[in-house]
């Protein structure tokens, strides 16, 4: 049977795994918020104040372009 000093040992290990892998995973994900940013990607710090700006009344985060379509179906009525 497995001593409980050797289960401790792996939770430990398991920890310290998770931790620098998460810390990895989260690193990562800010260094593609960054370089989307400054490669003129979306913005996404915008979309944070959708959280703080949610009246009907506000204005929207960006604006969308209708498609094609409906850009020549709008100037033919």
Known sequence: MVEM???RE????GYAFA???FA???YGYMYHLYTS????GKDYEKYSNMA???SL???PV???EPLQEEKQTRSNK
């Open 5 to 7: 000093e050797t289960i």
């Open 10 to 13: 792996l939770q430990a290990y």
């Open 19 to 21: 931790s620098v892998f």
């Open 24 to 26: 990895v995973i989260l």
């Open 37 to 40: 940013k400054k490669k003129g």
């Open 52 to 54: 703080l700006n949610d």
């Open 57 to 59: 009344d506000d204005s």
């Open 62 to 64: 960006e604006e969308i």
